[in-house]
């Protein structure tokens, strides 16, 4: 705040000694000059009175600032010489003489403790003798409350934290790590945040973490979880493979168990209620809307021995199409030569027609024939068995049986058949797609056959 305004002159004054010019110069001091300086004394007197304030409120900040710096200062003081009696604190001995006040530094765990009692011929650690000791080494964050909303996404840890005993109030936010691969055996310990994402598709047979660390883990894709009674304890005791979505829960408890509790995206368990050692188990669905393809690629691997598809209501953009099937072996789908198949085709409402095909090499397996889009058209529904996907050393193969309608109920066809690829890779995918146009709707539903 300064002061800007400038006092204006009042110009010539009238005098008796110039008549002459009296009478103008009078109306010009009275009627002009006069009204001016007294606006402008006016308006310097507010600015004086301002500056008058601000240099008081200054002085007044001031003081205060450098009472604070004086208690800083203590503190500070104080501080330096606790780090320094902390730093520099000489080992306990068992059975010693110590005076409250002073550090001594624990044989057991390597932390500092203040004697909070003078005391004699004591044998307990001071890590074990509260009545004694009290811990003074590292950030102690026990028996605190926490009012507000506290974000610890930043927040730098320090050695050897006691979280005791507090009370968080209102919302919390821990920080959201980086990304992990998928391995055999995944290390938690080193991650950055509660929460990562699990990033590719290795098959994990194993979590490491810390005794009582939680962790959130979010799979970017499939990731295969193999049941462990002590490192991978998954709820409903059998093993999963996590799809994109899922969010799953690691703890590891005080007997050394890590427990993994999985949350599926689409809501089911991930043990089916009543299936026992034999039941279904659902693991993906798929719903084609104008698909060029339907890929199912979520969770084929040595979890299950065979696997179900189901496939209702698939009714394609045009009338009258046939179905194909590619399978992904060894990482990408095969489009070369490679496929043999064999399709029974038998057909309602004209009298001996029955059709069959087979092909001893194509670049598809031919599932279906003419599979109608009609009014009234129940499309193209299927059960097909997937036995053995994931053995390298093994042709894969499949076999289906099905019902679809053309033209309403005026034909129905029953299609049976088989197919496979001479290919000896692990089987990670099967891909459905129409000779001519989208499939327009339809819905594909995997299931694993759990193992006796």
């Not at 002085?59 to 009472?67: C, F, G, I, L, P």
């Amino acid at each position: 705040m300064s002061i800007t305004e400038v006092i204006p002159s009042l110009g010539t004054v009238p005098t008796t000694a110039d008549p002459t010019s009296f009478d103008t110069r009078a109306d010009t001091l009275l009627g002009t000059a006069l009204p001016a300086f007294r606006d402008s004394i006016n308006t310097f007197a507010g600015q004086a009175n301002s500056l008058a304030t601000a240099v008081n409120n200054n002085a007044t900040t001031a003081t205060t600032k450098a009472s604070e710096a004086a208690a800083s200062a203590v503190t500070s003081a104080s501080a330096a010489a606790a780090a320094d009696a902390t730093a520099n604190a000489t080992l306990w001995v068992s059975a010693g003489s110590y005076t409250a006040g002073q550090n001594r530094y624990s044989p057991i765990n390597y932390l500092t403790y203040r004697a909070i009692l003078t005391h004699s011929g004591e044998t307990t650690d001071p890590s074990l003798d509260a009545t004694n000791w009290v811990f003074v080494s590292g950030a102690s964050l026990s028996s605190n409350t926490f009012t507000g909303t506290q974000d610890f996404t930043g927040a730098t840890v320090l050695g050897a934290a006691t979280l005791g005993a507090n009370t968080f109030t209102d919302l919390q936010t821990f920080k959201a790590g980086a990304d992990i691969a998928s391995a055999t055996a995944v290390d938690l310990t080193a991650a950055t945040g509660n929460t990562v994402v699990i990033t590719g598709t290795t098959e994990s047979t194993s979590l490491t973490m810390n005794t009582g660390q939680q962790m959130v883990l979010l799979p970017s894709g499939a990731w295969p979880l193999t049941y462990h009674a002590t490192t991978m304890n998954i709820n409903g005791g059998a093993s999963y493979t996590a799809a994109a979505g899922d969010r799953i829960t690691a703890v590891k408890d005080l007997a050394g168990v890590i427990r993994v509790t999985v949350d599926k995206q689409d809501g089911t368990s991930v043990v089916s209620a009543g299936g026992g050692t034999n039941g279904w188990e659902l693991l993906s669905t798929v719903t084609a809307s104008s698909s060029s393809t339907v890929d199912i690629e979520t969770t084929f691997n040595s979890t299950y021995d065979a696997y179900v598809l189901v496939i209702s209501g698939l009714i394609g953009s045009y009338n009258q199409r046939n179905l194909f099937a590619r399978m992904k072996i060894g990482g990408s789908y095969i489009t070369t030569s490679t496929y043999r198949w064999y399709l029974q085709d038998q057909t309602s409402g004209v009298a001996g027609l029955a059709d069959s095909a087979s092909a001893l090499v194509t670049n598809y397996i031919y599932v279906a024939k003419n599979i109608g889009n009609s009014a009234g058209d129940h499309g193209g529904n299927f059960v097909i068995d997937i036995a053995n996907p994931t053995p390298t050393g093994r042709q894969k193969v499949m076999r289906w049986r099905g019902v679809t309608t053309t033209d309403g109920l005026d034909h129905v066809r029953s299609s049976d058949g088989a197919g496979g690829n001479d290919t000896t890779g692990a089987l990670t995918g099967i891909r459905f797609y129409l000779d001519a146009g989208d499939i327009a709707s339809g819905k594909f539903r995997l299931y694993g056959i759990a193992n006796s």
